[in-house]
């Protein structure tokens, strides 16, 4: 059974042990109403009692499993986080294979670096303290190196190589539906 249907029916339970609850207080607190001045109050105490019980019962019973989907939750993202920065440092492993592959030099591979942040040429110059002609001739050397002729292709190249298809590999063509 797929997990988020195990605890979709975790979550019914709990809904329905709240409700019962619910019901069971309600239930306690009728015995208070209908009693009347007249009647032996100890004829309706069981009764009280019992509502009570089933009650807390109920609220204890969905306490346990909402605490039980709390800590799964807490492990999963405890997973994810991981798992996520597992692929942010593959990421950047690839990307610096595909710089060194290049032969970039170490102001190349810094603006090359930028570039793929999505930095303008302007604000690559401005983190870096160089004038913009510089960067511009730095990324033209970056363009060569790579095999590409602007931004946009250097990134196609990129995700290419992130997606296991290399220079030599292209991507299987979309079958045409019709």
């Not at 009280?48 to 993202?77: P, Q």
Request: charged share 20%; hydrophobic share 45%; aromatic share 6%.
């Amino acid at each position: 059974m797929p997990k988020r249907l195990v605890h979709d029916h975790w979550l019914f339970f709990t809904a329905t042990m709240l409700a019962l609850a619910g019901l069971f207080m309600v239930g306690s607190a009728s015995t208070h109403v209908a009693l009347d001045s007249t009647q032996d109050p100890s004829a309706y105490l069981w009764k009280h009692l019992v509502n009570l019980a089933l009650g807390f019962v109920g609220l204890i019973a969905a306490i346990v499993v909402e605490v039980r989907i709390l800590m799964w939750l807490l492990r999963r993202k405890a997973h994810l986080e991981q798992s996520l920065k597992s692929a942010q440092g593959a990421i950047q492993e690839v990307i610096d294979t595909e710089f060194s592959a290049w032969n970039l030099t170490p102001a190349e591979r810094d603006v090359a670096t930028f570039l793929v942040k999505g930095l303008s040429t302007g604000e690559i110059a401005q983190m870096r303290g160089s004038a913009e002609g510089t960067v511009k001739a730095q990324l033209n050397a970056i363009y060569r190196k790579s095999g590409s002729g602007n931004r946009a292709e250097l990134m196609s190249l990129l995700i290419d190589t992130l997606m296991g298809h290399g220079k030599d590999t292209a991507p299987e063509p979309l079958a045409k539906s019709g």
